[in-house]
């Protein structure tokens, strides 16, 4: 066990306890069957040590890259539906779970914005996105794609998109980002290109106020600045890209 964990414990510290627990929850099976008489899971703790000070760091780009990583992924030979997930993921800072699971029942077209429910969210809470210009686009051409199906983006089969086929497409096309990554590009670019407040880039990432006192002021979503935010940002992408690549439905 030592030997299995010992390499991942800090490096990869989400994965390595998730495979303790795993592995916790075989032997106590292995117990209750009589297979063995003891679970050494609970003693490894002390020579693994502490994660509690251990810091992920997601692998993003400079957020002046996320446009060649959009035209890479536009250009590559991945399924229409994809593309246009990942490009959907990058100009909405969302999480990839938040997308790939993404229903019709969530767009409103009209007043450009995507509700998503508490339930799929990783603070059980709503959120509310702001739609540009460009993600409308997206929807449009996705509708076309998905053949009246409730979610928006499919994969080739009809089925919803696996949680690693994003990251599988970006490392085959040796982009050295993971999908969540675009959520730091996102947010380093608002830092150092634009003025707009803190407080507004975090409402965009749905992150929760941690100051108790300042959040019992947070109580407005900031949503209409953060709509102008997110057509900054799309803005900024699509100079980038030249915005004139059309979608292919």
Not at 46 to 75: F, K, W, Y
Not at 88 to 107: H, I, K, N, P, Y
Request: hydrophobic content about 45%.
């Amino acid at each position: 066990m030592l030997a299995i964990l010992t390499p991942i414990w800090h490096a990869q510290a989400p994965t390595a306890k998730a495979l303790r627990q795993r592995i916790a929850a075989l032997l106590e099976w292995s117990i209750a069957m009589d297979y063995r008489t003891d679970n050494p899971c609970g003693r490894i703790g002390p020579v693994l040590g502490s994660q509690r000070n251990t810091v992920q760091h997601r692998r993003s780009l400079p957020h002046r890259d996320v446009a060649a990583a959009i035209a890479a992924v536009r250009s590559s030979k991945a399924t229409q539906a994809v593309k246009l997930a990942f490009e959907f993921l990058v100009l909405t800072a969302a999480r990839s779970g938040e997308v790939r699971l993404a229903t019709w029942d969530e767009m409103d077209a009209a007043g450009r914005v995507w509700t998503i429910p508490a339930a799929r969210m990783k603070m059980n809470r709503e959120h509310r996105v702001p739609l540009s210009g460009r993600a409308l686009e997206i929807l449009d051409a996705a509708r076309s794609l998905a053949d009246g199906h409730r979610l928006v983006f499919l994969n080739g089969l009809g089925n919803r998109i696996k949680d690693t086929f994003l990251s599988e497409l970006l490392r085959n096309l040796d982009i050295a980002a993971v999908p969540h990554g675009f959520r730091s590009s996102f947010r380093d670019w608002a830092a150092e290109e634009t003025d707009h407040p803190r407080e507004v880039v975090e409402a965009a990432l749905a992150h929760v106020v941690r100051n108790p006192v300042e959040a019992a002021y947070a109580r407005s979503d900031l949503f209409e600045r953060r709509r102008v935010l997110m057509d900054d940002w799309s803005a900024y992408l699509g100079a980038e890209t030249g915005r004139a690549v059309p979608l292919r439905t």
